[in-house]
Nanobody, 121 residues
């Protein structure tokens, strides 16, 4: 079992920045982690993912160059640094754990409760 707790969401103006954190506990060795988001009236979508060593990263096209995923395995924590935020980035952001690096929700076994990010125009 793995437990995930996200933090760092909030309200920010367009062009601003936020850093999300996701702390993992439980069986946390050698896993990939991903961030997904679900905007108002939308389906949940992939944002970014990182493998255990941090050597391989996937990012969704719309956040490429603005969002950066990273991890600190000593702290069992993954981060999502979000810069140049846009109103369309407004969503509940979820972190998740997978046995392998993937863009696909079905590959992720454990999910956090989500943290709200709201970007005002």
């Amino acid at each position: 079992q793995v437990q995930l707790v996200e933090s760092g969401g909030g309200l920010v103006q367009a062009g601003g920045s936020l850093r999300l954190s996701c702390a993992a506990s439980g069986r946390t060795f050698n896993y990939a982690m991903g961030w997904f988001r679900q905007g108002p009236g939308k389906e949940r979508e992939f944002v970014a993912a990182i493998n255990w060593s941090g050597s391989n990263i996937y990012s969704e096209d719309s956040v490429e160059g603005r969002f950066t995923i990273s991890r600190d395995n000593a702290k069992n924590t993954v981060y999502l640094q979000m810069n140049s935020l846009k109103p369309e980035d407004t969503a509940v952001y979820y972190c998740a754990v997978s046995g392998a690096l993937s863009r696909y929700e079905y590959r992720y076994d454990y999910w956090g409760q989500g943290t709200q990010v709201t970007v005002s125009s």
